[in-house]
């Protein structure tokens, strides 16, 4: 057998390095500050669910759960998924830990890694990372306007412009039945004429014809018979009331009459966040963001009948962009000072010394493994810190320091016990 060279993070995976980690964090620190601010709680779910959660909440029909799930069958022999979506476990946790009984709506936010077996392309990973609010118990449509304007708000707050937001409403089991019907008989007497997916989606999920992104199906979707056409009272009622709160609120949006989304368990209105343009000017094709009302799901799962609504971002999309448009994080705070040292004794009372920057909540760069002090003051050098401190054999025998200012050169030597409380004086000024 070949001998492997080496080892690869698997398909579509990444690591996130450490100078990538300021954008989850900046991210993260937004959501967390908004959601406080909607008052919606944190939920952490675990990474596995039972199969049959995702099979029975997104749908048997839906590319999720057709192609995209890592199953795994437990010792114990139980088949579990590595969760695809954050939607149908929140609704499973809202039911195992009694959430109904708690005052309604009930609000959560997560914020993790999630798992499709995509196939490999720019912009769809096999880990990828998704935060989420859900407001359950709630039936109002402002519930949905205000689930739009979270995410709208955290997209501008993170400083993305050119955004658009697109909304539908796809019915619910009063109307859509019949609209099915109806797109079904238009797309079976031109069947010959759709892609190949398409054929298969007349048999399987008819509304998924309506985002057919292929060229060919473009002309026959534009004259197909359109939902909001053929929407109950009540679902138009709903939606006429979503668009006049988005319209109150000052949030840009599309009508559009193609979105359906790829998950079975949506009612009523949905909606998606793109970019407008992108930066060459193209229209985007890949949602930000996307969401919308599934006021069936907790009963499917044998909860009793409540309505909520909901959303997901993904965050390497929004973190590509925040890097496509040079948006700026607001800056870190940079060590200022660097500690060098010379010889065994010295650099005992230099990892003792550090010790008490940190208790003070001062950053201090060092490079301890470095026994030269040339190449330690090059290191200070390329950190530009404004103070170096020097702590040499002679120095540690006679338990002071010397502080060198980098910009004028000018040395003091001071006690080691007092060296915190002078550089704390220093950095002041
Ligand atoms: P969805 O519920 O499938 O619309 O997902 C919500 C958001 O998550 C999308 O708008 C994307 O930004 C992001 N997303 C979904 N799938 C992937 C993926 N495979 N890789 C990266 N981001 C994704």
């Known amino acids: 057998m070949a001998k492997r060279s080496k080892f690869q993070s698997p398909t579509g995976m990444h690591d996130i390095l450490p100078e990538n980690q300021k954008y989850y964090k900046?991210?993260?620190?937004?959501?967390?500050?908004?959601?406080?601010?909607?008052?919606?709680?944190?939920?952490?779910?675990?990474?596995?669910?039972?199969?049959?959660?995702?099979?029975?909440?997104?749908?048997?029909?839906?590319?999720?759960?057709?192609?995209q799930?890592?199953?795994?069958?437990?010792?114990?022999?139980?088949?579990?998924?590595?969760?695809?979506?954050?939607?149908?476990?929140?609704?499973?946790?809202?039911?195992?830990?009694?959430?109904?009984?708690?005052?309604q709506p009930l609000k959560l936010w997560y914020f993790g890694p999630f798992f499709?077996?995509?196939?490999?392309?720019?912009?769809?990973?096999?880990?990828?990372?998704?935060?989420?609010?859900?407001?359950?118990?709630?039936?109002?449509?402002?519930?949905?306007?205000?689930?739009?304007?979270?995410?709208?708000n955290i997209l501008r707050e993170l400083k993305l412009k050119n955004l658009l937001v697109e909304v539908n409403s796809i019915g619910d089991s009063q109307c859509?039945?019949?609209?099915?019907?109806?797109?079904?008989?238009?797309?079976?007497?031109?069947?010959?004429s759709l892609c190949f997916d398409c054929k298969r989606r007349l048999r399987e999920n008819v509304l998924r014809i309506l985002d057919c992104k292929e060229e060919k199906c473009q002309p026959i979707k534009a004259e197909a018979p359109q939902i909001l056409d053929h929407l109950?009272?009540?679902?138009?009622?709903?939606?006429?009331?979503?668009?006049?709160f988005l319209d109150e609120i000052e949030i840009p949006y599309n009508l559009n009459p193609y979105l359906v989304r790829g998950l079975d368990y949506y009612t009523k209105t949905v909606f998606e966040i793109f970019l407008e343009k992108t930066s060459?000017?193209?229209?985007?094709?890949?949602?930000?963001?996307?969401?919308?009302?599934?006021?069936?799901?907790?009963?499917?799962?044998?909860?009793?009948e409540t309505p909520a609504c909901g959303a997901a971002a993904g965050i390497e999309r929004i973190i590509d962009l925040m890097k496509s448009q040079k948006i700026k994080l607001?800056?870190?705070?940079?060590?200022?000072?660097?500690?060098?040292?010379?010889?065994?004794?010295?650099?005992?009372?230099?990892?003792?010394?550090?010790?008490?920057f940190r208790k003070s909540k001062i950053k201090v760069a060092?490079?301890?493994?470095?026994?030269?002090l040339n190449a330690q003051f090059n290191r200070a050098d390329k950190l530009g810190v404004k103070y170096t401190l020097i702590l040499g054999q002679k120095e540690a025998l006679e338990e002071v320091v010397i502080i060198r200012d980098m910009k004028t050169g000018k040395q003091e030597t001071v006690k080691l016990d007092k060296v915190v409380e002078k550089m704390k004086k220093r950095l002041k000024k």
């Open 176 to 192: 859509r039945p019949y609209y099915k019907k109806l797109l079904a008989s238009y797309f079976r007497t031109r069947e010959a």
């Open 26 to 67: 900046r991210i993260y620190d937004v959501v967390s500050d908004i959601a406080d601010f909607y008052g919606f709680g944190k939920i952490d779910t675990p990474i596995v669910e039972e199969t049959e959660l995702f099979s029975k909440g997104i749908g048997l029909a839906t590319d999720i759960v057709k192609k």
């Open 69 to 103: 799930m890592y199953t795994l069958k437990t010792r114990g022999g139980d088949s579990l998924a590595l969760r695809p979506e954050g939607t149908a476990p929140i609704a499973r946790a809202y039911i195992e830990n009694g959430m109904q009984s708690r005052p």
């Open 366 to 372: 060092e490079s301890f493994g470095r026994d030269s």
């Open 116 to 152: 499709r077996y995509e196939r490999p392309q720019a912009k769809r990973y096999r880990q990828f990372w998704q935060f989420g609010f859900e407001a359950l118990g709630e039936k109002s449509p402002v519930i949905d306007a205000q689930i739009i304007q979270i995410f709208y």
């Open 232 to 244: 109950c009272d009540e679902c138009r009622a709903h939606f006429k009331e979503v668009l006049e």
């Open 280 to 304: 060459n000017g193209e229209i985007s094709q890949s949602a930000l963001a996307g969401g919308g009302r599934y006021d069936k799901l907790i009963k499917l799962f044998r909860g009793k």
């Open 330 to 356: 607001p800056s870190e705070t940079e060590p200022q000072i660097f500690l060098a040292q010379l010889g065994s004794l010295a650099k005992r009372k230099s990892l003792k010394l550090l010790e008490s």
